[in-house]
Nanobody, 117 residues
C-alpha cells in the first residue's frame, strides 16, 4: 500500500520560511518522480515544484527563486524548502508521487501553509 505522509506546515509571517517534508512508503522511491501541488481557497490545484527520479527539478514561475525541492533517497523523503513566503502562498500543499510501470499518481493528505502577519 502506497502512503505519503506530509509534515511541516503552519503559520508564518510574510518573508519567513518553512520546510515541508513528505515521507513515502510502499513504492520503489528511487524510481519515482515526485512533487508538490498547492490549492488555495476557491482556486484550482496548481503544480508548484517537481523533481524526477534522476534529481532534475522543475519550478513554477510564481515560486522560482524562493522555493526549492530536494529528495533524500535514503530516507524515502522529498522536501520543499519555502523562503521569502508571501500571503499568496497560503494554501494546502499536497505531495504526490508518480510510481510504477504505468505509472500511477498517489497523494498525501495535505498540509496547511498560512502566510499572514
Amino acid at each position: 500500500q502506497v502512503q505519503l505522509v506530509e509534515s511541516g506546515g503552519g503559520l508564518v509571517q510574510p518573508g519567513g520560511s518553512l520546510r515541508l517534508s513528505c515521507v513515502v512508503s510502499g513504492t520503489i522511491f528511487t524510481r519515482d518522480d515526485m512533487g508538490w501541488y498547492r490549492q488555495a481557497p476557491g482556486k484550482q490545484r496548481e503544480l508548484v515544484v517537481a523533481i524526477t527520479s534522476g534529481g532534475i527539478a522543475n519550478v513554477a514561475v510564481s515560486v522560482k527563486g524562493r522555493f526549492t525541492i530536494s529528495r533524500d533517497n535514503a530516507k524515502n523523503t522529498v522536501y520543499l524548502q519555502m523562503n521569502s513566503l508571501k500571503p499568496e502562498d497560503t494554501a494546502v500543499y499536497y505531495c504526490y508521487t508518480l510510481s510504477g510501470l504505468t505509472p500511477s499518481m498517489y497523494w498525501g493528505q495535505g498540509t496547511q501553509v498560512t502566510v499572514s502577519s
